[in-house]
């Protein structure tokens, strides 16, 4: 059974079912929605980043990557959504400066409202990364409003990156089995130790 949990309709504000919405929890990769919100608004989608030795020294081999492989913002964007990718999430948020990019995560939430929540890492790796599901639900509906590419590539069974320097494609495939089954719009999942499983 889950510890806590919010259920309800987008965009209405009665709720079908609630359990200690209001306590915090590791957030795991749910983490990456606020990073992809992070990575919409301030790069340039098709600017090109370097995978560097540190991101690809993240936990997890999700999207196949090697140092100094160059990828365009949207495929590690796509990487970091649909496969949940460690190493694409730290590779942006390096580009961009990786103390930069995690303020960025905690001025969005608090202009967001979600007070309850705390960010220390893009990819949700660390237990520090915590939130609860009444601010996850204010994420999630202004990414709907807002930005629904990112939902759409969530929705994603599949995609196609391309390695810059050597212009071959890489099939990544989606880890969350909910992916494809019918009426599911999109969504992310999250598995850490602490966090155990996150939806």
Known sequence: LARSALVGEVGNPYLLFEKDS???WPLASITKLISAVV????FDLNDLVTVHETA????G????????????????LRAMLVVSSNDAAVALAESYGMDAFIEKMRSKA?????NQSSFFDPSGLSVLNQSTPKDIAKLVQFIIDKHPSI???TAQKETTITER???LARRVTANNLLVGQPGFIGGKTGYTVEA????
Do not use: C, H, K
């Open 196 to 199: 155990s499983g996150n939806l």
């Open 110 to 114: 608090f202009l967001l409202g979600m």
């Open 39 to 42: 990575v919409v608004e301030g």
């Open 165 to 167: 320097n050597t212009g």
């Open 22 to 24: 209001d306590r915090q």
């Open 61 to 76: 081999v999700s999207g196949g990557f090697t140092a100094r492989e160059i990828f365009t913002v949207q495929d590690l």
């Open 56 to 59: 690809v020294a993240s936990e």
């Open 151 to 153: 939902i759409e590539m």
